[in-house]
Structure formats: C-alpha cells, structure tokens
C-alpha cells in the first residue's frame, strides 16, 4: 500500500514545481535601443526603393533606347524600319544610337540632381511641421509618379 501512495502523489505532481522555477529571478530581457530599431526599419525600406528602381532600369533603358533607335533610323536609314513601326533591337546597338542614349541619360542624372538641392531644406522644414511619415510617402509617390510620367512620354516617340 505503501508503493500505491507514493505512485498516486507522484502521478500528481507536476515535473517541475511552481517554487523550483521561481528559485532562480530570470533576469530581465533588455530592450534592443529605439535607435537600433529605427536604423532597421531605414535599411528595409532603402532596399526596397533601390531593389524596385534596379528592377525598373532595364526596361526603362529599353524603352529609350527604341525611342532613340527609332529616331535615328528614320532619319538616315528607314529600309530598316519594320512594318510595325519598330526597329531589331540588334540594329540599336550601334555607336551613334548608344551615344545619343548615354548623353541622355547623363544630362538626365544632372536634371534629376536638382530638385535634391533645391528642396532638401523646405521639405525638412515641412517634415518638422507635418511629420515625416507623410513627407516619406508623398517622396515614394513622387518617384513613381516620375517614372510613370517618363514611360508616358516614352510611350508617344515622335
């Protein structure tokens, strides 16, 4: 009977027991700066922006480059104009076709440089009043409008 007693207070009690694991004071968890988190969000959302415009460049160099191709074969070689209205991209490889389009795209870094300079200090103090929150997102907006508003124009090569 003995053995029974001690089965029936064993099988009752729990492995550990609430005071054992209370025996030692767990010490607390430290908190990750504020700083640490904010550095990471800004890292996330940088790599998002500059993994979407790499992802965009291709096609938006393509696009130029037909616009650019086009141009040029209608004005000295129009035999190599198909049907369609558009030029192999082979016959685009040519120096004159590739200069013109990294002279564009060289005065269209410097353009784009501008509006940086010019608007760094009256955003910032729009930020401090407004919040940055909303200075951010109407930034992404105004880079997708841009490069909506550049393949529009590219649409129409004339």
Request: hydrophobic fraction near 50%; include cysteine; charge should be negative.
């Amino acid at each position: 009977m003995h053995a029974e007693s001690q089965r029936a207070s064993v099988e009752g009690d729990a492995l550990l027991s609430p005071t054992a694991s209370n025996d030692a004071p767990r010490a607390p968890r430290p908190k990750k700066p504020w700083w640490v988190l904010l550095v990471g969000l800004a890292l996330l959302l940088i790599s998002i922006v500059d993994v979407g415009a790499f992802l965009a460049e291709a096609p938006r160099v393509r696009v130029f480059e037909a616009n650019v191709c086009l141009a040029w074969y209608s004005e000295h070689e129009a035999s190599a104009i198909g049907a369609d209205g558009s030029v192999p991209e082979k016959l685009c490889k040519i120096d004159a076709v590739q200069q013109r389009l990294a002279m564009i795209f060289g005065w269209q870094e410097t353009f784009d440089a501008i509006p940086s300079i010019l608007l760094a200090v009256p955003f910032g103090a729009l930020a401090d009043r407004v919040g940055r929150k909303w200075i951010f997102a109407a930034s992404l907006m105004g880079l997708q409008a841009s490069s909506a508003w550049m393949l529009l124009v590219c649409e129409w090569p004339g």
